[in-house]
């Protein structure tokens, strides 16, 4: 699926979104690095410019609270069945295990 955004404007956007959940939790950039054990200057970077490691950003959702949410949205999508024939064609085909796309 092809997107309209690229990933700078995404990841300011993101940035954006953190910055307000811990805002309307009332923290400071400082409570909010202390409690997740994320560094200050890379939280103050992060809210600026969007760039954050993962494992970083994982550490602030954790503290504000979204990161099943982030879980949930990254599942895979299970495939949905109109018919028994649908559901026989399905466990034909076994699950991927590598892609065959380059």
């Known amino acids: 699926m092809l997107s309209l955004i690229s990933a700078s404007k995404a990841q300011l956007k ?14 400071t950039q400082e409570g909010l690095a202390e409690r997740s054990g994320v560094p200050l200057a890379t939280l103050r970077k992060f ?4 760039a954050i490691s993962l494992e970083s950003f994982l550490k602030l959702l954790m503290v504000v ?18 018919s028994i024939d649908d559901v026989l064609k399905d466990t034909d085909n076994a699950s991927r295990k590598r892609g065959w796309k380059k």
């Open 14 to 27: 993101i940035a954006e979104n953190i910055r307000a959940r811990r805002l309307s939790m009332e923290l």
């Open 47 to 50: 809210e600026q410019k969007g």
């Open 65 to 82: 609270g979204e990161v099943e949410e982030l879980l949930n949205i990254l599942k895979p999508s299970k495939p949905t069945f109109n």
